[in-house]
């Protein structure tokens, strides 16, 4: 079982950045997925990079303001988030798998979480 570790998180003001970091017990086959959960809502992907070629996929509502980037050498994972809006706010979560998918279903392994607080 992959372990996992989040960090980061904390409160800014809109339009301010933040960066995540995931630390894992190895990934080198794994890929490694981003989530968040809003206030009464579900768990929801934000972005994934595959395990072969670091290729990435993004939630809509993130699209050229979040990028997810790993360091196998270090086995970390890292999800920057730029321009940050309210709607941002959650507890984000990684997570592996052996699918390039944003479907919750395919990640047994995941971490406890980081909160991030978008607010002015």
């Known amino acids: 079982q992959l372990q996992l570790v989040e960090s980061g998180g904390g409160l800014v003001q809109p339009g301010e950045s933040l960066t995540l970091s995931c630390a894992t017990s190895?990934?080198?086959?794994?890929?490694i997925g981003w989530f968040r959960q809003a206030p009464r809502k579900q768990r929801a992907g934000v972005a994934i990079i595959a395990r072969q070629d670091d290729s990435t996929y993004y939630a809509d509502a993130v699209k050229g303001r979040f990028t997810i980037s790993r360091d196998k050498a270090r086995n970390m994972a890292y999800l920057q988030m730029n321009n940050l809006k309210p709607e941002d706010t959650g507890v984000y979560y990684c997570?592996?798998?052996?699918?390039?998918?944003?479907?919750?279903?395919?990640?047994?392994?995941w971490g406890r979480g980081t909160q991030v607080t978008v607010s002015s």
């Open positions: 997570a592996a798998s052996k699918r390039f998918t944003m479907l919750l279903s395919a990640y047994e392994d």
């Open positions: 190895g990934f080198a086959s794994f890929n």
